[in-house]
């Protein structure tokens, strides 16, 4: 059973950092591409930052500079580091993810259960 999940989120202070995971578990034989979302209260979902097969990033102009997505390919999981967090960032964060699987030709868009960020000031 293929899984995606989300880990990393917490409190934090204005200024602070936090490292999101999202691991892929199951069979799964690679991470394609991987978007990270978030909603933040009273807010639309948004896209915040992306990752394709060959590695370009993109980032929404409210996190670029300070957000940087990755992936560990040996891990099968993605990561958003988040680094001068601003009020404005706190959101419940989702991954998103296409994802190779283990069946020859297999693949399937899967998204996580999410992870509260809070950021105080």
């Known amino acids: 059973q293929v899984q995606l999940v989300e880990s990393g989120g917490g409190l934090v202070q204005a200024g602070g950092s936090l490292r999101l995971s999202c691991a892929a578990s199951g069979s799964v034989f690679s991470i394609n591409a991987m978007d990270w979302y978030r909603q933040g209260p009273g807010k639309q979902r948004e896209l915040v930052a992306g990752i394709t097969a060959g590695g370009r990033t993109n980032y929404a102009d409210s996190v670029k500079g300070r957000f940087t997505i990755s992936r560990d390919n040996a891990k099968n999981t993605g990561y958003l580091q988040m680094n001068s967090l601003k009020p404005e960032d706190t959101a419940v964060y989702y991954c998103?993810?296409?994802?190779?699987?283990?069946?020859?030709?297999?693949?399937?868009?899967?998204w996580g259960q999410g992870t509260q960020v809070t950021v105080s000031s």
């Open positions: 998103a993810a296409d994802l190779a699987l283990t069946s020859i030709g297999s693949r399937g868009w899967y």
